[in-house]
């Protein structure tokens, strides 16, 4: 049983920074592209940064220069270092995993965590 488990959100005023995390558990044979996304209340779930298994990275317009993500293969977890937050960054954020079962690759994601920027 794969487990994507999320940390990290919180409180934080306009300006400030949060790092996620999200490791993944469970028996696997390998993790391909991982992924962060976040959902708004009322709005659509939007990718945010995604970064590929030899750490070729894809931003959303609106984080680029902000956010920085990365990954530590030995540990299976991804990061999101969020800088300079804005209001509009509020939302749950939910980390995704392209994993390899031993026969196919499967998508998994977390349960979500909160980041919520106000003053």
């Known amino acids: 049983q794969v487990q994507l488990v999320e940390s990290g959100g919180g409180l934080v005023q306009p300006g400030g920074s949060l790092r996620l995390s999200c490791a993944a558990s469970?028996?696997?044979?390998?993790?391909?592209?991982m992924g962060w996304y976040r959902q708004a209340p009322g709005k659509q779930r939007e990718l945010v940064a995604s970064?590929?298994?030899?750490?070729?990275?894809n931003y959303a317009d609106s984080v680029k220069g902000r956010f920085t993500i990365s990954r530590d293969n030995a540990k299976s977890t991804v990061y999101l270092q969020m800088n300079s937050l804005e209001p509009e960054d509020t939302a749950v954020y939910y980390c995704?995993?392209?994993?390899?079962?031993?026969?196919?690759?499967?998508?998994?994601w977390g349960q979500g965590t909160q980041v919520t920027v106000s003053s």
């Open positions: 469970g028996t696997f044979f390998g993790i391909a592209a």
């Open positions: 970064v590929s298994s030899v750490g070729s990275t």
């Open positions: 995704k995993a392209k994993i390899y079962s031993g026969s196919n690759y499967i998508d998994y």
